[in-house]
């Protein structure tokens, strides 16, 4: 049974910093990609960014410099550090995982960005 699993979500005050993890199980980690979107209320899902299998890195263009992912094979996990959070970050972050026409979803975490 393929698992992905997020924490690390909460209530931070703007400007603030989280730190998300999402624990894989019951996938040849390695060879997946992995990524973190996210979905605020009342829009679609979007990309925040992804890690390739091979370690290539790719973000949204207006998160660059802010957001930094990361993938530990050996633990199955995969990092997303929020730093200088904004009110606009509030959302559910989902973790994802593609492999060729395999793709997860973990069940998402709340970030909510608020003073």
């Known amino acids: 049974q393929v698992q992905l699993v997020e924490s690390g979500g909460g209530l931070v005050q703007p400007g603030g910093s989280l730190r998300l993890s999402c624990a894989a199980s019951?996938?040849?980690?390695?060879?997946?990609?992995m990524g973190w979107y996210r979905q605020a209320p009342g829009k679609q899902r979007e990309l925040v960014a992804t890690?390739?299998?091979?370690?290539?890195?790719n973000y949204v263009d207006s998160l660059k410099g802010r957001f930094t992912i990361s993938r530990d094979n050996a633990k199955k996990t995969v990092t997303l550090q929020m730093n200088s959070l904004k009110p606009e970050d509030t959302a559910v972050y989902y973790c994802?995982?593609?492999?060729?026409?395999?793709?997860?979803w973990g069940q998402g975490t709340q970030v909510t960005v608020s003073s």
């Open positions: 994802n995982a593609v492999y060729l026409s395999r793709q997860y």
């Open positions: 019951g996938i040849v980690f390695s060879i997946f990609d």
């Open positions: 890690v390739t299998s091979g370690g290539r890195l």
